[in-house]
Structure formats: C-alpha cells, structure tokens
C-alpha cells in the first residue's frame, strides 16, 4: 500500500515503513512488517504494564502552607486515607469522638494542634498502603512557625505520616 502526502509543490511518496530483519529468510517483507509491529505492540504493552505497576506502587504525602496571621493553612495530599476515611475522620473530630489532628516533630513531640475544622476536599488517585486512592484535606494549625520540609501530622493513637513540602 503506498503513502501519499500533500506538498506545496505536488504529491510525494513517503519513504517504506521500516521493518524488523527476522531471522526467516521465508518471510516475504509485508509478513515481516506485520512481525515487527506484532514484536512492537507486544514490547509496547510490556513498558505500559511496567510503568503502570510501578507508579501504583508510590505513595504520594505532600503539603502546600500559607501563613494567616497566628495559623498555618495547610494542604495535605495523602494516600495514607481514603477520601471516605478522611470524611469519617473530619466527622468524628467535629463531634468529638475523636482527637483533632496533632503536628508533631520527629519523635512525636507536639508542635501544634489542629484549629478549626478538617476540610475534605476530593479523592486523589494515589494510594498508599494497599489503598486504591488517596485525599486532598485542608487544616489550620494554631501555630506562627511554618512547617519547612518535612512536616509529621499525627492522624491518630497509632498513626503519624511524614509529609514532605511540593515545590
């Protein structure tokens, strides 16, 4: 089958599409433009399936600050919850069963507590920890310091994430 473009000054033939030398000498030069696509595709779904699997396999913690006034307004985009989880969460500290969000040093020692409520902004399609996605949550921190780097919020008893700050 021939190409053709459409050129200012007339019509050309594109150049033969190029084909994988197989070692079958049998082949005539269609089969093996057939093979090498075949070899193409299939070599093509393997990098998909790799690259896939592995940016399922990255856990995204990341946060975005503001300063306003005494409170730092942070963002937090996390696959340690599920956009369900985080609502479940924002409802219990807002009824208080359960304790608001702590932000912590290192070893765990309190920096500042969460003022006001926790907003749950959306699902995120990274999870981490086996989870099909992740959230976007929005908190005030009764603090003048800003967080810088890296930034530990205790969630709960037995859970503390390590945030690292998006550029």
């Known amino acids: 089958m021939k190409r053709f473009h459409a050129k200012a000054s007339g019509v050309r033939q594109s150049p033969p599409a190029v084909s994988l ?19 193409t595709a299939i070599l093509g779904i393997a990098f998909c399936t790799l690259i896939a699997s ?14 306003e ?7 937090l985009l996390t696959g340690k919850l ?22 912590v040093d290192e070893k765990g020692k309190e920096l500042a507590r969460q003022f006001g409520e926790l907003k749950v ?17 929005i908190v ?4 003048s ?12 008893d037995n859970t503390t994430v390590e945030f690292e700050e998006s550029q």
């Open 21 to 39: 030398a197989l070692s079958t000498p049998a082949l005539g030069s269609s089969a093996r433009t057939v093979s090498a696509r075949i070899v």
């Open 54 to 67: 592995s940016a399922s396999a990255v856990c995204v913690n990341k946060f975005l600050r503001r300063s």
């Open 69 to 75: 006034g005494p409170r730092q307004v942070v963002t």
């Open 82 to 103: 599920t956009f369900q989880e985080a609502q479940a969460l924002s409802a219990a500290i807002d009824s208080k069963k359960s304790a608001p969000l702590t932000w």
């Open 121 to 137: 902004v959306r699902p995120m399609p990274v999870g981490c920890d086996g989870k099909a996605s992740g959230v976007v949550m």
């Open 140 to 143: 005030s921190f009764a603090s």
């Open 145 to 156: 310091t800003p967080p810088s780097k890296k930034m530990f919020v205790k969630i709960d």
